[in-house]
């Protein structure tokens, strides 16, 4: 079965670093969107990504983030300058059409 | 406004019982969709099941069924004969047609599996 894959499962950053979190989609999808889950809180969208750009983000998404899809197949998030509220799961998603969605298995960065 | 509530934070049942976790949401999009999510204790987001708004059916995969009432703007999650491995976080979440294509979560349910 085709899945969302994430590296790395874990990132471990200091406060101010610049963190890049990596996505590979299923490859015939068309929409990527990243979410965040703080710990023990509910899944929060951040934005969406449709034919190389931008379709939509949250207040979330501040100007410390961005995304880019550099090759084809990678889904980045960048995250500038870390804070420590930061401190997150950070899924990535895609789906065919804009309804049916594959989450990947999240990333775990901890900013310290 | 909350889009989605989820108002039992933890539920626990039986090996081999039925369990329902309840789900409430908001919108006033005529099209949406609404979807359920476990989360096992490793973190992973696994898609459960599907209903559309228009869906005249309530959906059903497996053991896990959607009792979608429209009127009352609920889509509880029912699992039959739960297992040790159902143990785990459930969300439920809405894609509403005039919002992009973002899904909004609600807070959770911990269900807790007791043999």
């Known amino acids: 079965e085709p899945e969302v894959t994430q590296t790395p499962s874990h990132q471990v950053t200091q406060m101010g670093q610049e963190v890049i979190l990596r996505c590979v989609p299923i490859?015939?999808?068309?929409?990527f969107y990243w979410y965040r889950q703080i710990l023990g809180q509910k899944v929060e969208f951040l934005v969406s990504?449709?034919?190389?750009?931008?379709?939509?983000k949250s207040e979330i998404f501040d100007d410390q983030f961005s995304v880019e899809r550099p090759d084809g197949s990678n889904f980045t998030l960048k995250i500038r300058s870390t804070k420590l509220e930061d401190s997150a799961m950070y899924f990535c998603?895609?789906?065919?059409?804009?309804?049916?969605?594959?989450f990947g298995s999240g990333t775990r960065l901890t900013v310290v | 406004a909350q889009k989605i509530t989820q108002t039992q934070p933890g539920m626990f049942v039986q090996e081999k019982e039925a369990v329902t976790l309840d789900c409430t949401y908001d919108t006033s999009d005529p099209s949406y969709g609404l979807f359920w999510y476990k989360q096992p204790s490793s973190g992973e987001m696994i898609f459960l099941i599907y209903q559309g708004s228009y869906d005249q059916q309530n959906a059903t995969e497996g053991r896990y069924s959607l009792n979608f009432q429209k009127a009352r703007k609920s889509a509880n999650l029912v699992i039959s004969a739960s297992q040790l491995g159902d143990s785990a976080m459930y969300f439920c979440a809405m894609r509403e047609e005039t919002s992009g294509s973002r899904l909004t979560f609600g807070e959770g349910t911990q269900l807790t599996v007791n043999p």
């Open positions: 998603a895609s789906s065919a059409a804009g309804w049916g969605y594959t």
């Open positions: 490859s015939n999808h068309l929409y």
């Open positions: 990504f449709y034919n190389n750009e931008i379709s939509e």
